[in-house]
């Protein structure tokens, strides 16, 4: 069966200070892979998505981005982090042969709190 | 664009009651839509999903119908229960995007009481 794994589960960062979020997904190949953040009481922003290896697409201009070193595994960085990058930030992943019918599966989320 | 526009929250109810939260679309095509579920501290978990029009979704006592002639995919469930305590994303995929990403609503928090 197909997992989805993402680490760490808090994180607390001071500002300036470099992020790295990883995400590995077990037991598919070739997903299409997402990363979402979402602000304290607030809706899902999708930050970038990969439908393959090395191939990131970015949705909104920002303090982070994303790298697909390998096919089932995402990384979300940022080399200085800002107050306003604190949230809860979410791994997800789709089966590109079910055209997406089958929505996205999610990762349980890292919190980071930039202090 | 694509959107989804749902209910704003919270919303309170007692136990035993009927929900019902409201979600439209705008879309080209023939998108597909999903309800997914937060619990606090948690990730999203689909709930249920429909493909096309006048397919119904149900799970755990929840339900929602495709209406592509209002272009509304509204979640539904007879008898709330203070587990039901969580927020509540509308969403679609547009089958004519390749990068099959979804599109969220803002999310609805529901409150149940005992």
């Known amino acids: 069966s197909q997992t989805i794994h993402q680490w760490p589960a808090t994180l607390v960062q001071p500002v300036g200070s470099p992020l790295s979020l990883e995400c590995t997904v077990e037991g598919t190949s070739n997903p299409n892979l997402y990363w979402y953040r979402q602000a304290a009481g607030r809706g899902l922003q999708l930050l970038f998505y990969s439908v393959g290896i090395g191939q990131i697409s970015s949705e909104v201009p920002q303090n982070l981005s994303a790298s697909r070193p390998q096919d089932r595994q995402f990384i979300l960085s940022s080399k200085k982090l800002l107050l306003s990058d604190s949230g809860f930030y979410l791994c997800?992943?789709?089966?590109?042969?079910?055209?997406?019918?089958?929505?996205?599966?999610f990762g349980s989320g890292t919190r980071l709190t930039v202090v | 664009g694509d959107s989804v526009t749902q209910m704003e929250g919270p919303v309170t109810l007692s136990e035993e009651a009927f929900l019902t939260i409201n979600c439209t679309y705008t879309a080209t095509g023939y998108p597909s839509l999903f309800w997914y579920v937060q619990y606090p501290g948690e990730g999203l978990q689909l709930l249920l999903k429909?493909?096309?029009?006048?397919d119904k979704g149900s799970n755990k006592g929840f339900e929602a119908t495709y209406r592509k002639e209002t272009t509304s995919f509204h979640l539904e469930k007879g008898s709330v229960q203070v587990s039901d305590s969580a927020v509540y994303f509308c969403?679609?995929?547009?089958?004519?995007?390749?990068?099959?990403?979804?599109?969220f609503g803002s999310g609805t928090r529901l409150l149940v009481r005992p």
């Open positions: 969403a679609l995929n547009n089958a004519g995007d390749s990068s099959y990403k979804l599109i």
């Open positions: 429909a493909t096309k029009a006048d």
């Open positions: 997800a992943w789709s089966a590109v042969r079910t055209g997406g019918s089958y929505g996205y599966t």
